[in-house]
């Protein structure tokens, strides 16, 4: 503790009207010593990296404006229980649903990140897969279905256009997956 | 009164331990603009909180590269929500929300997710044994950064997102964190007398095997 930190708690001691804002104890002084320690430490030793900052910056060119957005509205991950169940040959899968007014995005990754996904309801449409690196862009059979072999690390987002439809099209929020 | 320096109460600005110069950005507005597309408003608003959500992902124990994963993700949803924003005030809280979430998902997708049992009296893994090496040879600063990295995670995550610039508000920490308000000061000062105890004068002594949390307690009463 050094004198400044002393003579402040020396005088809100004395100044009895500014009761939350007097140390209580030696211990509080202490204790508010360390946390202004490790403020300056934070600052030194873990800064948001430039490249960190830049990224979140050009986040904002990646938005879709014209599309209607699809929530995740389940995750295996999320869900402890559903986790247990939800295995196959001793790996996980994880299942994801997005959910958009007029489709569903329902999608299962292996642990392998191979994913398999579905329209629904189903129907033949381009499914453009956006990650870190640039866009896959696939088409579903007539039943909606696709697969991406490996996804890509990072966040991801699907938006999907359907064919022959004059439907808006969805795009997912994005998720690590 | 040298505690006045930047015009704050003393105990606020002691206790907080950081300026509040911040607390005037127009959150709302901001919003609004980068929702009708200016970028600059959306920039300012990465500059005021991209620390938050960096804070979010260090304090849940992830590295560089996996907190800058987590931060990415959640620019992205942000952007992507910037219309449905109900509560333009309460931003911060959204975004370490959301963060906090892809951190948990995040963990339990690589099997890391540390468990209390593997924390032996409030502090976790390999870092104890850094935590002796740096008290001896490279000083206090070290060895209190060190004790931090190596608290348990309820204890790091609170912190690390108090020591982010600006932090949040106990009733938006209470949220995220979905703990009662009343617990956040106690639980804070909790964690902050054990790092205090690891890293006293007498580093060693203090290191040795005292009565775990129990220390404390004495201290405080």
């Excluded at chain 1, 990650?131 to 991406?148: A, N, P, S, W, Y």
Aim: aromatic share 6%; net charge negative.
């Amino acid at each position: 503790m050094n004198a400044d930190d002393e003579a402040a708690a020396k005088a809100s001691r004395i100044d009895g009207a500014a009761v939350h804002l007097e140390w209580p104890d030696a211990a509080e002084a202490a204790r508010e010593a360390t946390f202004r320690r490790l403020h300056s430490l934070a600052l030194e030793n873990d800064p948001v990296p430039p490249d960190v900052l830049a990224s979140a910056r050009s986040s904002f060119g990646l938005r879709s404006i014209d599309d209607e957005l699809a929530v995740l509205v389940y995750d295996s991950m999320i869900d402890h229980e559903l986790l247990a169940n939800v295995r196959s040959g001793g790996r996980t899968v994880r299942q994801v649903t997005f959910e958009a007014p007029d489709l569903v995005l329902e999608m299962e990754v292996s642990g392998a990140r191979y994913l398999v996904g579905q329209v629904v309801p189903s129907q033949a449409a381009v499914v453009e897969l956006r990650h870190r690196g640039g866009t896959i862009q696939m088409e579903t059979d007539e039943l909606g279905c696709f697969h991406v072999p490996v996804v890509p690390d990072g966040p991801v987002s699907f938006r999907c256009r359907p064919t022959g439809s004059a439907a808006r099209s969805v795009a997912t929020s994005w998720i690590t997956l | 009164m040298p505690c006045l320096s930047e015009g704050l109460p003393c105990g606020l600005h002691v206790w907080r331990g950081y300026s509040w110069h911040m607390y005037d950005v127009d959150v709302g507005g901001l919003l609004r603009r980068a929702a009708g597309g200016d970028e600059q408003a959306w920039d300012a608003l990465v500059d005021r909180f991209a620390g938050l959500v960096w804070a979010i992902a260090r304090g849940h124990g992830l590295n560089q590269a996996d907190s800058a994963e987590i931060s990415r993700t959640t620019w992205l949803g942000l952007a992507e929500n910037l219309n449905s924003i109900k509560a333009p005030e309460r931003l911060g809280a959204w975004l370490a929300t959301s963060a906090r979430r892809e951190c948990l998902r995040m963990l339990r997708q690589q099997e890391r997710y540390i468990s209390a049992e593997q924390c032996a009296d409030g502090m976790c893994g390999d870092h104890a044994l850094a935590l002796i090496d740096d008290l001896a040879k490279r000083g206090q600063g070290a060895a209190l950064w060190s004790a931090f990295e190596a608290l348990a995670p309820d204890c790091k995550a609170l912190l690390r997102v108090l020591l982010a610039d600006p932090p949040l508000g106990y009733a938006e920490l209470s949220d995220v964190f979905e703990m009662p308000i009343g617990s956040i000061g106690p639980v804070r000062a909790r964690c902050l007398d054990r790092l205090g105890d690891r890293t006293a004068l007498h580093p060693l002594r203090s290191q040795g095997r005292r009565a775990g949390a129990g220390t404390t307690k004495g201290r405080v009463s």
